[in-house]
């Protein structure tokens, strides 16, 4: 019993670090990728092609003044950005990144992940209604607006692959998909991928639903005034849940950690990872912003109704 114990708390040490250096290292490559697409050379000048801007920008968040504003609810300031990044790093506590690299087996792993990382919406809704700002309290706003709006399309858009599953296990699930590239679940199922990716975007505040902070606004959202490590605290947890919802995607619908032809199962799906995150960071230099009426009515009026549609059929072709 303690080594189980000893063995968890090393898995969870490892995953904050790795993660929280990952969520760090993304921001480079996202800066490079755009620039790339821009026609911009991006972050050049710290240290070789610009690598060492983690450092600085690591170093800026931790050094820099921590304020609260003089009207705000002092306690829920301060405890908001709490609660996105530990979220986003307990929703990883059930997810199988490579075989046999699991911190919890729990046979609700699916609903488990899905329902944290919701939770996690709480630090930007909280963080916007507690510091006495109009516009911090309209970003507030957006998150509920978000948060009512993609949950529906991602809770039905996984019903019917997992009618098919019979379980709610990732590893259950991933299992199901082990003959090969023909049994990815999302030959059988390409119409709730395409909802739960679209429902991808709008969990992780990304382009083109990053109705939060809304980056094209003069202000900054519900971010509006943060700073130092709280501000940082945020885009920690909102680049955890990025290679989250990476990982659930590839589990759920790409084959997982299953081999594939010669490449080994766990370079496949850090493989099928590392290409879902280059597809965010593709959307955000080709998509605009959309309102939060638009994204009303998308999840409501046609992604709903299309992830409805499924699992009538899915059910039909089960039975």
């Known amino acids: 019993m303690d080594n189980e114990i000893l063995m968890t708390i090393v898995k969870v040490v490892v995953i904050l670090a790795v993660f929280s250096a990952l969520a760090g290292f993304t921001t480079y490559v996202e800066r490079k990728i755009l620039a790339f697409m821009q026609r911009r050379p991006g972050p050049m000048h710290v240290g070789p092609y610009g690598l060492l801007q983690i450092l600085a920008d690591g170093a800026k968040l931790f050094t820099k003044e921590d304020f609260v504003p003089q009207n705000s609810n002092r306690l829920i300031f301060m405890i908001a950005p709490v609660i996105t990044a530990a979220t986003a790093f307990i929703a990883m506590t059930a997810i199988p990144f490579l075989p046999g690299v699991i911190v919890s087996d729990v046979n609700v792993g699916v609903l488990f992940v899905l329902g944290v990382m919701a939770t996690g919406l709480y630090g930007p809704l909280l963080g916007g209604m507690s510091q006495a700002n109009k516009w911090g309290l309209l970003g507030g706003a957006r998150t ?36 090969g590239l023909s049994n990815w679940l999302i030959w059988t199922q390409p119409v709730a991928f395409f ?13 083109p639903f990053d109705l939060l902070e809304h ?12 700073s130092g490590m709280r501000w940082g605290m945020f885009f920690i947890g909102e680049y955890a849940n990025l290679f989250t919802i990476a990982f659930l995607t590839s589990l759920m619908f790409l084959g997982g950690f299953n081999d594939l032809w010669f490449i080994p199962g766990a370079l496949a799906i850090i493989l099928k990872v590392m290409f879902l995150i280059f597809l965010f960071l593709w959307t955000r230099a ?29 059910g039909l072709v089960v039975l």
């Open 195 to 207: 909802l739960f990716l679209i429902a991808g975007f709008a969990e992780t505040n990304r382009t």
């Open 286 to 314: 080709s998509w605009p912003h959309i309102r939060p009426d638009q994204l009303m009515w998308l999840c409501w009026k046609v992604l709903m109704p299309l992830a409805l549609l499924n699992i009538l059929v899915t």
């Open 215 to 226: 980056e094209a606004e003069v202000i900054a959202g519900y971010a509006t005034e943060y």
């Open 144 to 179: 509920a607006i978000q948060l009512l709006s993609y949950e529906v399309v991602t809770g039905l858009s996984i019903l019917a692959p997992l009618m098919l599953v019979g379980s709610l296990s990732l590893i259950d699930i991933n299992n199901y998909q082990a003959g």
